[in-house]
T-cell receptor, first 113, second 112 residues
Framework: GQNIDQPTEMTATEGAIVQINCTYQ??????LFWYQQHAGEAPTFLSY????GLEEKGRFSSFLSRSKGYSYLLLKELQMKDSASYLC??????????????FGPGTRLSVLP | ETGVTQTPRHLVMGMTNKKSLKCEQH?????MYWYKQSAKKPLELMFV???????ENNSVPSRFSPECPNSSHLFLHLHTLQPEDSALYLC???????????FGQGTRLTVV
């Protein structure tokens, strides 16, 4: 099976930098995704990592270490609109047909003025 | 707007009713998904279709029955549901099963 862990809640100040961690245990790892979900809305794709290292996309960056089963999402120059839940999701080759996609519990980020 | 449209947005149904959720995408994607999102719980993958063929079924009760008539449409047929099935049901699509998914706005289902 899979186990994905994220902090439940985080708080940061506007303009600051925040790092949201995700640890996972899985067999047949085949990629890790980060999504943002505002309350009452659909999740939106932020980033994808399948190889070790850092992927940068504007104010958002995501890091992966496959040997440690660890990823983080880094948000720079925080804005009030960044207040949302951030979901870590892992894809592996498990499941009934070899395609399994599991979401973590999500981290609710509150950005304060 | 992600290009994935779900209807209805809200649905209230009794335990003896039969209803269907509809999902439509015009992104040219080949994979479609149904997810369930309950309060205080992670998103749960229910079904995966690739090129109109079901490729994943995560031990979902038979009272949920998916249908994928073509690569642009996905349905979730519901019958004899339980109150604990009340949740947000999200549809998603992706170019292939190996690429990122785009989500619809979801159907908020309440079973009474």
């Amino acid at each position: 099976g899979q186990n994905i862990d994220q902090p439940t809640e985080m708080t940061a100040t506007e303009g600051a930098i925040v790092q949201i961690n995700c640890t996972y245990q899985t067999s047949g790892f085949n990629g890790l995704f980060w999504y943002q979900q505002h309350a009452g809305e659909a999740p939106t794709f932020l980033s994808y990592n399948v190889l070790d290292g850092l992927e940068e996309k504007g104010r958002f960056s995501s890091f992966l270490s496959r040997s440690k089963g660890y990823s983080y999402l880094l948000l720079k120059e925080l804005q009030m609109k960044d207040s949302a839940s951030y979901l870590c999701a892992v894809r592996d080759r498990g499941g009934n047909y070899g395609q399994n996609f599991v979401f973590g519990p999500g981290t609710r980020l509150s950005v304060l003025p | 707007e992600t290009g994935v449209t779900q209807t209805p947005r809200h649905l209230v149904m009794g335990m003896t009713n039969k209803k269907s959720l509809k999902c439509e995408q015009h992104l040219g994607h080949n994979a479609m998904y149904w997810y369930k999102q309950s309060a205080k719980k992670p998103l749960e993958l229910m079904f995966v279709y690739s090129l109109e063929e079901r490729v994943e079924n995560n031990s979902v009760p038979s009272r949920f029955s998916p249908e994928c008539p073509n690569s642009s449409h996905l349905f979730l047929h519901l019958h004899t549901l339980q109150p604990e099935d009340s949740a947000l049901y999200l549809c998603a699509s992706s170019l292939t099963v190996n690429t990122e998914a785009f989500f619809g706005q979801g159907t908020r289902l309440t079973v009474v």
